[in-house]
């Protein structure tokens, strides 16, 4: 099956700082790529996602870049808020399948630091 | 109004019991999932309805039977109750006629098997 590696496992920055997560996928037929951030006790929500048509996506202080050739894909966090510490991870369906499968990375701890 | 809805959101049982999770979503998505989270935030996949039928199950142990009466319903019974069965449980759905959306996830089921 797919394999959704993603580093750092944890990451502290200072508020204000960038922050960037990176994911790599097997399966060179995956072509959707969420990212969810998960607070503690709370639901995983979708922040971000990319399709694999496009290379790059933003919305606001959030980004996506895809590198299909490379199968790796990475979340940009900029000017950092202490509300942005949570699990993030990231996830990719395997064989293109819309079916609905995604396979999770195992998460990444933001902290940021007033 | 809550889009994904689970209950209960704890459940503590001794080994041995059996137990039933419930699901509802009010977003008109076609299908429906279960996740595990282990203590390790790992997600990983269980069971996948689409329209009512079955169309994924992973490497689950057989105590574990899902049940989708509709496609806006989908619930978990889980037989003799292991400790290793402890974990937060996710329901979740996505649209998946013609592309992949991203999942929009009910609160989760913490449960405790003592």
């Known amino acids: 099956g797919e394999n959704v590696e993603q580093h750092p496992s944890t990451l502290s920055v200072q508020e204000g700082d960038s922050a960037v997560i990176k994911c790599t996928y097997s399966?060179?037929?995956?072509?959707?790529f969420p990212w969810y951030k998960q607070e503690l006790g709370k639901r995983p929500q979708l922040i971000i996602d990319?399709?694999?048509?496009?290379g790059e996506k933003k919305d606001q202080r959030i980004a996506v870049t895809l590198n299909k050739t490379a199968k790796h894909f990475s979340l940009h966090i900029t000017e950092t808020q202490p509300e942005d510490s949570a699990v993030y991870f990231c996830?990719?369906?395997?064989?293109?399948?819309?079916?609905?499968?995604?396979?999770f990375g195992r998460g990444t701890q933001l902290t940021v630091w007033p | 109004d809550t889009a994904v809805s689970q209950t209960p959101k704890y459940l503590v049982t001794q080994m041995g019991n059996d137990k039933s999770i419930k699901c509802e979503q009010n977003l008109g998505h076609d299908t429906m999932y279960w996740y595990k989270q282990d203590s390790k935030k790992f997600l990983k996949i269980m069971f996948s309805y689409n329209n009512k039928e079955l169309i994924i199950n992973e490497t689950v142990p057989n105590r574990f039977s899902p049940k989708s009466p509709d496609k806006a319903h989908l619930n978990l019974h889980i037989n003799s109750l292991e400790l290793g069965d402890s974990a937060v449980y996710f329901c979740?759905?996505?649209?998946?006629?013609?592309?992949?959306?991203?999942?929009?996830f009910g609160s989760g089921t913490r449960l405790t098997v003592v």
């Open positions: 996830a990719a369906n395997p064989r293109g399948s819309t079916l609905g499968r995604l396979y």
């Open positions: 979740a759905s996505s649209q998946t006629t013609g592309q992949l959306y991203g999942y929009t």
């Open positions: 990319i399709r694999s048509n496009v």
């Open positions: 399966d060179s037929a995956s072509n959707y």
